[in-house]
Structures are given as C-alpha cells and as structure tokens.
C-alpha cells in the first residue's frame, strides 16, 4: 500500500514531465506546472504572448512573452524540496518506524528495506520480477512505477480504464459505476499500450516531419545563398563596368544626374506648393475663426449680426471642405516611384543608361456610334459616364461598356454627388436621380430659363450643384434640396462652356475653347491660359490637379499636360496624338487615373505604361 510519503510525492508531480516540480508556476485557471514545461508548449505557440493550459485549454498571457514572468509557487517549490531531502522508506513492512528503501520492484511497484529484498529474491513467484536499485529511482534513470489503488474499495487495484471517463478503476467500480452504453471498459495495460503505442507513431511521424522541415530550412539557406552570390555578382559587375568607363562616362552621368536633379525639383515644386495652399487655408481659417469669435464680446444686432452671419457662413465653408486630401501629396510619390534607372550596353561607345518614367499610351480606342456625345463625367466605382442623345453610356477603366441607362432622355450634362445621385441636364430642366437612375422628386428653379441650355454641371465636396450658363455667363449654385439657387456667380466675361469644381478649395475651372480660367467662389479671375492656335479643354483629376487636352484643330493634333490647381505646369503627359474631327471633344481622368478623351462619336483612354 502507498505510503502518506507517496501520497505526497504523487500529487507534487507536474502533469507534463511527471516528475516533480521545477519551478512551479500558476496559470491564471489556477493550474500548475514546472517552468520548463511551460516554455516547451510556448515554444509550440504562434503567439507567445498567451500559453493555453494543457489541462483545461483556457489561455493565460504570458508578460513580455516570458514564462519566467509568471507566478511561481513558492510554498509548493518548498514542498518539493522538503520531499526531495527525505529518503524513500520501506512500503512492504508493517513496522510503525518504516526502514529506509534500497531497491525497488517495478513489478510489484513496492519499495523494500534491505530485510524485504532478501525475502523478496527467495520466492520463486517474483523470481522473474525486476528489481533496481532505489538510487536508480531517485535520480530518475528509472521510472517510479505507481499503484494504482481504488479509494472506494483500497483493497483493489484500479486495472481496468474507462474510455467514456478518461479515468482508471477497479473492477468493482466498473461493474458498479461505469456498466452504462455510454462506458466503455478496457483493461489498464491494454490502454497503456495504446498510449504507448499512439505516443511513439506520434514521435514517429515527427521525427519524420522534422526531417522535412530541416530539408526545408537547408533549401531556404541554399536560395539565399544563391541570392546573395547573385547580388554580390550583380554589384560586381555595376562595379567593373564603371571603374572600366568611369572617365568616358562622367559626361553622360552628369547629364542624368541634371535630369534627377530636375524631376526632383518638379516634385519638390509640386510639394511646395501643395504645402503653400495648406498654409494659406490654415490662415483664412485662423482668420475667420477669429473674426466669428469678436461676436461673443457684445450682444449682436442689425449690420453686426448679418455680418456675424456671414463671417459664420464663410468659415462653415472652409470647414466643410474636403481638404486636407492625402491622396495630394501621395500621388506626387506615386509619380516618382515609377521613376528608374536602367542601364544600356553599347558597341561604339559607352553609355550608363536612361531614366525610365512611366510613358502614356492609347489603351482603348472605342466607336461610341449609338450616341451623339455632348458630356464626360467621372462616375462612381470607377466608370466614365459618357452622355448625349439619346441616354447615358457607362464604360469601365478597361473601355468594356457596363451600362445603359436613361435612353429616353435627351442628355446635355451630367454630374455626381458623394453618395452616387446623379444631376442631370435635359433641355432647360435640372433633374435629380438615384444611384438606381430613378429620377426623384426635387425641382431645380433657376433664373436663367429663356430657353437656354445648361452648359454644363458640376459638384464639390459638399455637395453643391453648379450649373453653368454660356449665353449669360454665368454659374448658379443649388444644393440638393432643390428650389431657387443659393447664389449666382458672375464669370466676368468667360463663357463656361464646361465647368469643373475643386473638392479642396472654393475655386473653379471653366473653358470657354480657346482660354482655361481659374475662377474664384466670387467669379473673379485668379488665373488663365491658353496656347496659340490651340483649342484648350480642361478636367481637374481626383487630386485636385488639372489636366489639359490642347487641340491643334488643323491638323487634329492633341497634347495633353498636366497642371497644379494654380495652373502652373507640371508635365507633360501626351504629344501630338492624331484624333478626328468633331463639334465635341471632352477630357477626364478616371479614378484609377487612366486618362478618358471622348470626341461626339469617339472614346480614348490612356494608360500608364
């Protein structure tokens, strides 16, 4: 029978090693097991800032990703070594002061003095048992085999284990307690066995397993091996080639490095001004929060109080546009990331190489024969809305028709709001329609109704409608409540015959053919371009920078350039590209920047290449 001793020691044995604690630590389910064990299942997780306890599976976190940062317990390490100090005692005799053990029978799974080992070895019943010295067993070089004895009746040894319960009993308790269909009885050995057996096909196929992962890591090093002697070949040979041409080939490195230095200062002057514009913004908003605020020193009547309102009215603007826009300055890097060097090898003379910029090229050229075309519009989910009479074409970036809609509907202009409304232009009505092209029931009233035309239509980042009028000159401005415009701007003179807004700043661009003007919220002229003998036709990009198709009507020529929003020029995209002619020509850029240009009966889109 197991001594008190034994008692002890079983229950101080770590679930995973089965030897007795090492550095116990507590899992937060309460939990205990040795540090070492611990650190070889965090070593099996992904994330070792938690460990999953091995007995419950519930998830500790682990501080610092540290085992050694749990708690240790220092009571239960104490135990440990008290128990570790006392020597084994005899558990065969029935003395009440038990003589120290000096051997062990893993068959009988007893401890014996001296006295019961000489009276063990004379029985021919144990003569083929195993017995081993007890320093073998405290060292651990030999298993301490326990017996396994039934509380309930500790007269039995548990032999029997039951599938159902995961847990060993006698055979008393079996009949008893575990007779069920849902038990299953097997002997102890049997299930010892298949433990045995399940643990070393385990180790098998791991060590099997083992033997591909190191192959894996071996080919992983080889690759990298190979990578680096390439690299190191493809460095050497950089190197070789310059030293070899160095004096004959500073002339042309100069010329690349004037070439770098110059796209570098382009980017760096489309930055600057980019940070320019934010900075004045940020003043005007300094300017008009300061200028609402003086309206809390005294109560507000009359001439104070409109002004007050409109003070409020100007900042509300300016904090309702859609600015700042990251995807600005993002597009600049994006430009300069495709910007690359490579190099050229020649017979007569030598040559570094080139900078390589990305190059626009035609990617679809569509016959839009079943529309006379009079408006281009970006849409939402990246399409291009190609308007006209009759109806509405959507095309993808790809140039692949998508959609047809409205084709009862005579179509002058078209724009978008955010949420995917479209307003339209039909004959002298403004019509509002779903993103389902179901029209709804706002009525637009504006002044100018003599039976003109809108020129074109237009919205920005809040959602205002501008309709341009060429006869009168003239833009009006609703919202999408519909009714009497909000206000009416005067172009001064210019004729917007097409319109387009900002989304970061009050501005606008109009064309009237021959000349591009910058427009303020007032109508004022800010700034204008136009190139002789061309005619000039304008779209603002997804960033807030323009873009202008100049037409060489003679020859049908077309160039196209890009411009900041203050129509400074950037680059140029597109030259001389040959086009028919036609009593329409429309630009715009699609959201994934592909380039749209559409004649009455004709559709190109550019791409990068």
């Known amino acids: 029978m197991a001594t008190i001793h034994q008692t002890i020691r079983h229950n101080l044995e770590c679930p995973v090693c089965l030897t007795l604690f090492n550095q116990p630590k507590s899992l937060a389910c309460s939990h205990t097991f040795c540090k070492d064990c611990l650190e070889r299942i965090s070593q099996t997780q992904t994330n070792q800032h938690t460990i999953p306890c091995p007995v419950c599976r519930k998830e500790t976190s682990v501080p610092n990703g540290d085992v050694g940062n749990l708690q240790t317990i220092v009571a239960l390490s104490s135990l440990v070594d008290e128990v570790e100090t006392k020597s084994p005692t005899c558990t065969v005799c029935d003395k009440d002061e038990k003589p120290p053990a000096v051997s062990y029978c893993q068959d009988c799974m007893e401890n014996m003095c001296l006295s019961c080992e000489k009276d063990h070895s004379v029985w021919k019943r144990f003569s083929n048992h195993v017995v081993v010295a007890m320093s073998e067993v405290v060292s651990g070089k030999v298993p301490h085999k326990r017996q396994r004895k039934c509380k309930e009746h500790p007269n039995e040894d548990e032999d029997c284990f039951c599938t159902g319960c995961r847990k060993y009993v006698c055979f008393k308790c079996g009949m008893l307690e575990h007779s069920k269909e849902e038990h299953e009885m097997v002997k102890a050995s049997k299930h010892e066995k298949g433990l045995l057996q399940n ?293 001064h003179g210019y004729s917007p015959w097409q319109l387009f807004s900002f989304k970061s700043t009050e501005n606008m661009i109009l064309t009237d053919r021959e000349t591009v003007v910058c427009i303020d919220s007032e109508g004022r002229e800010v700034h204008t371009m136009q190139k002789e003998n061309k005619l000039a036709f304008p779209a603002v990009c997804r960033d807030d920078s323009v873009i202008v198709a100049w037409l060489n009507e003679e020859e049908s020529l077309l160039s196209i350039d890009r411009y900041t929003s203050d129509l400074e020029h950037l680059h140029n995209l597109i030259s001389d590209f040959r086009t028919s002619e036609s009593d329409y020509y429309g630009l715009q850029e699609f959201e994934s920047g592909e380039i749209a240009f559409c004649l009455d009966d004709e559709l190109f889109i550019f791409h990068t290449t």
């Open 199 to 491: 643990i070393k096909e385990l180790q098998k196929r791991a060590n099997a397993k083992k033997v591909i992962i190191e192959g894996h890591i071996d080919f992983i090093e080889t690759q990298r091996k190979e990578i680096s002697d390439l690299m190191k070949k493809v460095n050497d040979d950089i190197d070789k080639t310059y030293e070899e041409n160095m004096q004959l080939l500073s002339a042309r490195r100069e010329t690349l490095k004037c070439e770098v230095r110059q796209l570098s200062e382009l980017f760096e002057k489309e930055l600057h001004f980019m940070a320019e514009r934010s900075h004045g913004t940020l003043n005007r908003m300094n300017a008009a929060e300061k200028l609402v605020a003086s309206g809390m020193k005294v109560p507000l009547e009359k001439d104070a109080l409109i002004t007050h309102d409109t003070l409020c009215e100007k900042l509300k603007n300016i904090l309702e546009r859609n600015y700042p826009n990251d995807q600005v300055p993002r597009s600049v890097k994006e430009r300069a990331q495709k910007i690359s060097f490579r190099r050229h090898v020649t017979f007569n003379e030598p040559c570094l190489g080139e900078l390589r910029c990305h190059t626009w090229d035609v990617k679809r050229s569509l016959h839009v024969n079943s529309l006379s075309v009079r408006c281009i519009t970006r849409a939402p989910d990246n399409k291009m809305a190609v308007a006209g009479i009759p109806g509405i074409l959507l095309y993808s970036h790809d140039g692949e028709l998508q959609d047809r809609v409205l084709q009862d509907r005579r179509i002058y202009a078209i724009a978008f709001l955010s949420d995917g409304r479209s307003v339209i232009s039909n004959n002298n009505k403004i019509l509002l329609y779903t993103r389902q092209w179901e029209k709804l029931d706002v009525e637009f009233e504006p002044d100018n109704i003599s039976g003109e035309y809108s020129a074109n239509l237009s919205t920005d980042a809040s959602d205002n409608i501008y309709v341009g009028f060429e006869w009168s000159k003239s833009i009006e401005v609703f919202t999408p409540h519909g009714g009497k415009s909000v206000r009416k701007i005067m172009c």
